[in-house]
């Protein structure tokens, strides 16, 4: 096996296979490489059903899933740096980017960096706020709201404070189980 250079530069491993056509491990099952007078050229794979491209993006959100529960696990934990490091690198489909755009607001909240704090939770109810599902946007919202307004009131006091406690509680009654444990009072 040998390693070969992409269109896109990652390297992929060149399966040895006859001469003329060969596929690649690294790519995804639509390619091939093909050889011709030495040089080795990717071209598509013609025959690849859109199953196979359905279950690529099946185990890509499962990958991204899994890697969102081990970020929650350092938030309950109260690792907060361990959180944010996974956060930084944290790339999935625009549901968990949400959600993971709060876990940095939350997260800088608690390490009492408040002007960061700010800047996320805005960034999350200016960008992120219609990627959530509307069963989890009411609450998810307030709870935004209400912390944004709690961090700003630390940089200044004379902020005044949006809502209250009890009307957020309210709100998590109805929430849906995960995210009112997600985004616990």
Same mark, same amino acid.
């Given at each position: 096996?040998? $390693? ?5 530069? +990652? ?22 490489? /093909?050889? @011709? ?30 890697? $969102? ?27 968990? *980017? ?6 940095? #607001? ?5 390490? *009492? ?5 700010? #800047? ?10 219609? +990627?959530?599902?509307?069963? +989890?946007?009411?609450?998810? *919202?307030?709870?935004?709201? !209400? !912390?944004?307004?709690? #961090?700003?009131?630390?940089? +200044?006091?004379?902020?005044? /404070?949006?809502?209250? /406690? ?5 709100? @998590?009654? @109805? ?11």
């Amino acid at each position: 096996m040998r $390693f070969i250079s992409a269109m896109n530069g +990652d390297f992929v491993a060149q399966l040895s296979k006859p001469r003329f056509v060969q596929r690649t491990a690294a790519l995804s099952p639509s390619c091939l490489m /093909l050889r @011709s007078k030495g040089k080795s050229v990717i071209r598509p794979n013609l025959f690849t059903s859109y199953e196979e491209i359905a279950a690529l993006k099946v185990i890509r959100n499962i990958r991204s899933a899994v890697r $969102f529960h081990r970020v929650a696990q350092a938030m309950e934990a109260r690792e907060y740096t361990i959180a944010l490091d996974r956060l930084n690198r944290f790339e999935g489909p625009p549901y968990f *980017e949400a959600k993971a755009e709060l876990f940095r #607001a939350m997260a800088r909240h608690r390490q *009492e960096s408040y002007a960061d704090a700010v #800047a996320h939770y805005e960034r999350f109810l200016t960008r992120h706020l219609s +990627d959530m599902p509307p069963k +989890d946007r009411a609450y998810v *919202e307030e709870y935004a709201k !209400f !912390f944004l307004s709690r #961090a700003k009131a630390k940089l +200044d006091s004379a902020t005044p /404070l949006y809502s209250s /406690l009890e009307e957020l509680r309210k709100l @998590s009654a @109805s929430a849906p189980f995960l995210t009112r444990n997600e985004f616990a009072l």
